[in-house]
């Protein structure tokens, strides 16, 4: 009896350390989501800035402004956005599972755990790179992604560029987006440009090339935070789901613990009431054999 009440102890004991380590997962992931939302205003301030200036210059190129001088002939590259470390749910397996048979030529991978998880699924990237850990790290890797997607393109080896990532939407969870990169959105161009023409110190075309390397930066750093922010946030849906079964378990091992206990005693009372009582049924029994 002893034993297995020190057992059960010990469960509850381990089960409430786990706990604190869910409930710390939980939160670090809820300040990253707040974190990320914080940050995401000023790239899409940026990005509207990036914009105006494409559509200011233009308007002073000739021809077909906007279009990419490289040929169609290459390939179509895809930069996953997955996960960077676990207990984030399907998170990775979601953005892997919206690759096209076609598509997997070209992968870029963003996402340490993701990238295991591509590879036991045979993705084989050409590139890849750790997500970031805060907002700070999203200009480095948005730089670095934006290298060598222009390095491949100026190389004839891409024509194209998508990106696939989660964007967490309230009520549906992680929504997996596809958001072509580049060439740019056609529909960028058909706005009016606002003020008047800019007076260059580069040549427009050099300019536009500029420019467009900026807004592709600017695409990245909104999907970079967003990817992060629906990481954290199915990681804090997981430690939170992860939390009610410590809770369910606890309270299955409290009932447990109360119910030896009970037992113990209960035996305790019987054992000294039994012994008086074993005492009186012998005294009895040794005088009904003395009046025989």
Partial sequence: ???RLQDITDQISHTVQLDGIVNSMRALAALRVRQAREALPATEAYA???REALLRV???????AGRSRHGKNGGVGIILFCAEQGFAGLFSEHILE????????????VGARGATIARSRGFSPVWSASAIQQPAGMSDLADAITSEIFHQVITGKLFS???IFCHWKP???AVVMRKPLFPLDPAL??????GLPPILNLSPQKLLEDLTADYLFSQLCQIILHSFAAENEARSERMTAAHQEIERRLSDLEQKRRTIRQEGITSEIIELV?????????KFSEQDGSAC
């Fill in 161 to 163: 560029i998508i990106a």
């Fill in 48 to 50: 509207a800035t990036v």
């Fill in 171 to 173: 009520g549906q969870g």
């Fill in 98 to 109: 919206a690759v096209k048979a076609n598509e997997k030529e070209n992968i870029f991978l």
């Fill in 274 to 282: 039994s012994g008086p009582t074993l005492a009186r049924l012998k």
């Fill in 189 to 194: 161009f058909k706005t009016s440009p606002s």
């Fill in 1 to 3: 009896m002893t034993e």
């Fill in 58 to 64: 233009l308007p002073l190129l000739p021809g077909e």
